[in-house]
């Protein structure tokens, strides 16, 4: 791994190590460890029942976009990249991470960089949308009987998102726009409108778009759900419409590649997203590494597929 990378690894765990002390002074850990380990077994099985369903629902979505640019790769080929970089996104940049993996190995086997960028960004903005999505729903659904939460600015926030993310597609005119002319063949700028390219193209693959938008809330709500039994396994008596309104924010905040493998920024805010709802905080902060906790268990698979193709 190149120096930068490394660099990079070690301020993203400084990042992640800074927010769990600073949780750690205000939370008392001894009862959050100590709720942790006391989950009902039951709640914990369901949850990693549930892990299995939307990691198979993850690798649907990616191979439904490479099957629309006609890309031929084959189905255990698609799930052997999805899991195994999934694994090795663990210690990456949360969120991008995994992505960066997977396009990269992708790309060595296709020979087609820009196609395999781009399928990756569009299942990854598929997936920010439904995000930005089900935290509209579950605020319009809690507002209505609380009138606690700024619904107005939540549209106005997903309005942007999907603006922003619309926009991704007409890549193709308006990079060509900004570029000055004699970039576009250059080294730099190629590249760049060669990814504007592939991802253009999928303007119109709309049943596509339609049915990776559908299966991105489907993993969403397995996720909500997921955090859901974890909570009634610690004890947190918080109804369902509300892990609608923390979740996507708690995700969002795993999407940012400011932490490593999840551990730190998303669990400091459903800790804080918790509080109005009267759970202490060393609940919540049990419910949070249990999220992060479960979700690195789904990338076992792939570290047993990494570890048995290198003694091949």
Not at 219 to 229: H, I, K
Not at 279 to 295: E, K, M, N
């Amino acid at each position: 791994m190149s120096a930068p990378a490394w660099r990079s690894i070690w301020l993203r765990g400084l990042v992640s190590a800074a927010i769990l002390a600073y949780l750690a002074s205000r939370i008392d850990m001894g009862a959050a460890f100590s709720a942790l380990v006391r989950v009902r077994l039951p709640y914990l099985v369901a949850v990693l029942a549930l892990v299995a369903l939307d990691r198979g629902v993850m690798i649907t979505r990616w191979l439904l976009v490479l099957r629309s640019s006609g890309q031929l790769i084959l189905v255990k080929s698609v799930a052997w990249i999805f899991l195994v970089s999934s694994f090795i996104g663990s210690a990456l940049p949360a969120g991008v991470g995994a992505d960066a993996a997977r396009a990269y190995t992708l790309a060595r086997r296709t020979d087609d960089t820009s196609e395999a960028v781009a399928s990756v960004a569009v299942d990854r903005l598929m997936g920010v949308l439904s995000l930005a999505a089900l935290a509209v729903t579950g605020a319009m659904l809690w507002g209505s009987s609380t009138d606690t939460l700024p619904i107005g600015w939540l549209w106005v926030a997903t309005g942007l998102v999907g603006g922003a993310l619309t926009a991704m597609f007409w890549a193709d005119q308006w990079l060509r726009g900004l570029l000055p002319a004699s970039w576009h063949n250059s080294a730099v700028g190629r590249p760049m409108i060669d990814l504007a390219d592939a991802l253009s193209r999928y303007r119109n693959r709309r049943p596509t778009l339609i049915g990776v938008f559908g299966l991105s809330v489907l993993v969403q709500l397995l996720r909500v759900l997921q955090a859901y039994l974890l909570g009634l396994g610690l004890g947190i008596d918080v109804p369902l419409v509300y892990y609608l309104v923390f979740m996507p924010v708690g995700l969002l905040m795993l999407l940012l590649p400011v932490s490593v493998a999840g551990f730190g920024l998303p669990q400091a805010s459903i800790v804080l997203l918790l509080r109005p709802q009267g759970v202490a905080d060393s609940l919540s902060f049990a419910l949070s590494t249990l999220i992060v906790l479960t979700g690195l268990a789904g990338n076992l698979p792939g570290a047993w597929l990494y570890a048995r193709s290198k003694r091949l």
